[in-house]
């Protein structure tokens, strides 16, 4: 899939009224912007531009922006992380019970064969945000994210967390896009994370990670793809002594669990 | 004061009530249930309602909004249990509700009361949690079993009758040419739509249709006619099922012949009628899970001509309107759980469908009945004018200080 480059952020989806929650510092304007589900209407429009069909439910105008004075910025908005998602059924998955549902299904009803619409419904993207035009580019570097720093109990200035998409996967399990941010008085940590549990099947976790150090302009993104086995991990958690169904609602309680499959790791200074 | 109605006292005070009392309530629902037909018969007036999820505080919102049991003749049509955090005390009082006043509320199944999903997404939990045991958890679900398939409203009107709960107010005629009133929980008309010159926005729920479309002469018997001027008319028999149509399934009567005292199967008729979606496509398709049929427009359209079906209600879809008619007005989706998960932000709505007291109250019971229409079917039929109906849309309740979720996230330091 195409890394996710300059894309002139969100001119394609119409903004809402509501501006958000916004605190600056040291020329960073950082923004969230948490509203309910799209209507009827918006959501014909976006499943139009898309062209599949979106998450029952949809965030349609939340966003977390990171801009600076510069005339830098970084958003993660709900339109462009679903626009990362695989629109050809390639990649697409079934559920646990696809095979013998579909094998009664054939001898009865020989006409009913076409997929509709396929594509992956699971909505796993890799979406690492959308920077703006006029931005410098992030450049590979092995520079990590200074955790010790985040560790510090600085007092936080700015918290939120908002959700971009959900979906119950037609109770086979959960997908979900989620970011997370504090803002401490030197530094900002953002935490956009995507969380897919296919019941009996499979379950990926891919989390972008913004650091800003307000001081310097530095800014690193992180980014981890991590999947595993659902049966691979139901093991695990059963020889632990735990609740698997609770344990596996919560993707901090299996982060541990999942091997990494991919990542990438960027820097950039602004000045 | 009964045990029964104690009991129903507390749980809408949303207390949980003894385990004895509910294995023996469940009894009796069950007793009551095993009566019930696949598809329950039920006479207009009555309120329709969609997927609960648990969200007890919006449950006491709809009956504020909808009128209290008995007074209001209800049909919620399944989801009562998970997501929500009071699974236990919305199922159980309507449970309560059903064996205090059978006749005035009627249960259908949703896909969610099955033991296999309910251990996944939360009632299991629930009752473990505030019982220490799975035992009322067992006794629900085998009432589950019991619960009918779908519901035909019978004896509906074309015309909206006023209001009841503002009768301080004077009551203000509704044109009989209304077919779609839309009220908000402040018992305030929001918007009218005329059967004449039906134009609809999609902004309130309503696919779009062209304007103009004239209401067409039902066929005989029915009490239909084109004459949209003056009298009351019949709306129309209305079918209630949790998700939708089976491609097992082209009539009503084949509902009724299922068997389906049993865990909701993973496939077959019976699970398409809890699991399917409509859809805009040409026929028949499999949803791209692998599994689950979606139906488009001639499936409905086909379906309620051969069946003498003027709407098919349907809940199983989450709708920020509360409320979504596709179609041309032949299928809507009915969603009652408002702000959704407590976080989704949507309203709900519950569909009223008047009584058609053109007849004496003397009902059409051939309605529903397969093979009625004799005549052939023509794909370009124009769709049958339907019932008068009136959405009730609301909001969640005002957040309860235990247990919810906080509005404001609480900061952590996570890394």
Not at chain 2, 20 to 25: D, G
Request: proline share 6%; hydrophobic share 35%.
């Amino acid at each position: 899939m195409a890394d996710n480059g300059r894309i002139e952020p969100s001119s394609h989806y119409p903004s809402a009224a509501d501006a958000g929650n916004s605190i600056t510092q040291h020329g960073f304007k950082i923004t969230t912007r948490k509203l309910p589900i799209l209507k009827a209407e918006p959501i014909e429009q976006m499943t139009k531009r898309l062209g599949i069909a979106p998450p029952e439910m949809i965030f349609g105008d939340n966003l977390v922006s990171i801009d600076h004075e510069s005339g830098w910025g970084l958003q993660f908005n709900t339109y462009d992380a679903l626009d990362q998602v695989d629109k050809t059924g390639g990649s697409m998955l079934q559920v646990a019970h696809s095979r013998e549902w579909q094998s009664t299904r054939e001898k009865k009803h020989e006409g009913i064969t076409e997929v509709v619409k396929p594509f992956d419904w699971s909505y796993s993207t890799d979406y690492k945000g959308t920077l703006r035009s006029q931005s410098p580019l992030f450049e590979i570097t092995t520079t990590p994210i200074p955790l010790e720093l985040l560790k510090r109990p600085d007092p936080i200035l700015f918290f939120d967390e908002i959700i971009l998409y959900e979906d119950e996967m037609a109770d086979n399990g959960i997908t979900m896009y989620s970011c997370k941010i504090r803002v401490m008085p030197a530094r900002l940590l953002l935490l956009c994370r995507f969380f897919m549990r296919l019941d009996n099947v499979v379950l990926r976790i891919r989390d972008t990670r913004v650091y800003v150090d307000f001081g310097t302009g530095e800014v690193i993104r992180e980014y981890v793809a991590k999947e595993e086995k659902y049966e691979v991990v139901r093991q695990k958690l059963a020889s632990r002594g735990q609740d698997v169904p609770a344990q596996l609602r919560d993707p901090n309680n299996i982060n541990d669990l999942l091997p990494i499959v991919d990542k990438s790791l960027e820097r950039l200074v602004i000045r | 004061m009964s045990d029964l109605d104690k009991a129903i006292s507390e749980l809408r005070a949303c207390k949980i009530i003894p385990e004895p009392q509910v294995r023996e309530i469940c009894h009796k629902a069950r007793e009551l249930l095993i009566e019930e037909a696949n598809v329950v018969q039920v006479d207009a007036p009555v309120t329709i309602c969609g997927d609960i999820h648990g969200q007890f505080h919006d449950l006491m919102e709809l009956f504020r909004v909808g009128g209290d049991v008995p007074d209001t003749n209800y049909l919620f049509m399944g989801d009562f249990v998970d997501r929500g955090f009071y699974s236990l005390e919305s199922f159980l009082l309507l449970l309560c509700l059903k064996v205090r006043y059978p006749d005035r509320i009627t249960l259908i199944r949703g896909n969610h009361e099955s033991r296999q999903i309910t251990t996944v997404y939360g009632f299991y939990d629930e009752c473990l949690r505030k019982y220490g045991s799975a035992n009322v958890w067992r006794y629900c679900c085998e009432v589950f079993d019991y619960l009918a398939l779908g519901a035909l409203v019978l004896g509906t009107s074309s015309t909206l009758e006023p209001s009841f709960t503002d009768k301080s107010q004077a009551i203000e005629p509704v044109d009989d040419d209304v077919e779609i009133e839309i009220m908000n929980s402040r018992n305030e008309v929001t918007a009218r739509f005329p059967r004449s010159r039906r134009r609809l926005f999609e902004s309130d729920g309503l696919n779009s249709s062209p304007p103009g479309t004239p209401s067409k002469t039902g066929p005989s018997g029915t009490g239909a006619t084109s004459d949209s001027g003056g009298s009351h008319h019949s709306g129309g028999a209305v079918l209630c099922v949790h998700g939708g149509l089976s491609p097992l399934i082209d009539s009503v009567d084949k509902i009724r012949l299922l068997d389906r005292k049993q865990e909701v199967p993973h496939e077959g008729a019976m699970c398409d009628l809890l699991w399917s979606d409509p859809d805009e496509i040409d026929s028949w398709g499999l949803s791209p899970r692998g599994a689950g049929f979606l139906f488009g427009p001639e499936i409905v359209k086909r379906f309620n001509h051969l069946n003498d079906l003027s709407l098919i209600a349907r809940a199983h879809q989450l709708v920020m309107e509360g409320f979504k008619e596709m179609f041309d007005s032949s299928i809507v989706t009915v969603w009652s759980a408002p702000n959704y998960c407590y976080r989704c932000g949507n309203v709900a709505a519950i569909l009223e469908l008047g009584e058609d007291t053109s007849n004496g109250g003397v009902i059409a019971r051939s309605n529903g009945d397969a093979g009625r229409s004799a005549q052939a079917f023509m794909p370009n039929l124009a769709p049958r004018s339907g019932p008068g109906r009136r959405y009730r849309v609301f909001e969640a309740a005002p957040q309860d200080p235990r247990g919810m979720p906080a509005k404001k996230p609480v900061a952590d330091y996570f890394l």
